[in-house]
């Protein structure tokens, strides 16, 4: 059963650290979202990826956010220094060729 | 303006009634893709139907069907025979300007709604 993995599943952390998220997207998915939920703003798309190349991360606060595909494995998003209004659900999901987004679990993070 | 809209924050239904979530959307492009995601309080995301601004008939996938008004844009989810499983968030989205197979492509959300299905 095919799924888009994602690590880690939940953080807490300072404010001022550095937070790293990973996800793997389902094996010969070529397009990868993150997107990030929070009650006052819904569903946001930060970033996305097509063959690693970055697409589209006009949604990410460039200051301090940086998504990156070093393969076709992986994808991570960066925040670094991360800061309260950062606490979100973080979801990456992969694409099909039939169109259907396909999420991961999301790593809920709470900076502290 | 907003791309997606929907208007119902909250939905109450009977067990085993039917239910309309309701959405319309924004969009000048003659090709685009409408989706409705479930995420139940696990969190996870779930897809669960797709229309494409094509096809000719409304979308089903089992208890689920999507009612698509293209002159009134509007792509309403039905979901039938309620369960108290349906329970959860449910998000309708559009993907524009490209047709289906294409793998490109962000999906704008709408801010969802709350079915709550009670015994």
């Known amino acids: 059963d095919a799924r888009v993995t994602q690590t880690p599943r939940h953080k807490v952390t300072e404010m001022g650290q550095e937070v790293t998220m990973r996800c793997q997207p389902i094996?010969?998915?070529?397009?990868v979202f993150w997107y990030r939920q929070t009650m006052m703003q819904g569903l946001e798309l930060l970033a996305y990826f097509r063959n690693r190349a970055p697409l589209d991360d006009s949604g990410m606060p460039k200051d301090r956010f940086s998504a990156e595909m070093p393969d076709a494995t992986l994808a991570t998003l960066k925040i670094q220094p991360s800061e309260p209004r950062d606490s979100a659900v973080y979801f990456c999901?992969?694409?099909?060729?039939?169109?259907?987004?396909?999420f991961g679990p999301g790593t809920r993070l709470t900076v502290l | 303006a907003q791309k997606i809209t929907q208007t119902q924050p909250g939905m109450f239904v009977q067990e085993k009634e039917a239910v309309t979530l309701d959405c319309t959307y924004d969009?000048?492009?003659?090709?685009?893709?409408l989706f409705w995601y479930k995420q139940p309080s696990s969190g996870e995301m779930i897809f669960l139907i797709y229309?494409?601004?094509?096809?000719?008939q409304n979308a089903t996938e089992g208890r689920y069907s999507l009612n698509f008004q293209k002159a009134r844009k509007s792509a309403n989810l039905v979901i039938s025979a309620s369960q108290l499983g349906d329970s959860a968030m449910y998000f309708c989205a559009m993907r524009e300007g490209k047709r289906r197979g294409s793998t490109l492509g962000r999906l704008y959300f709408g801010r969802g709604t709350q079915l709550t299905v009670w015994p």
């Open positions: 969009t000048s492009d003659p090709s685009y893709g």
């Open positions: 094996l010969g998915h070529n397009t």
């Open positions: 999901a992969s694409v099909s060729g039939f169109n259907e987004q396909f």
């Open positions: 229309q494409g601004s094509y096809d000719q």
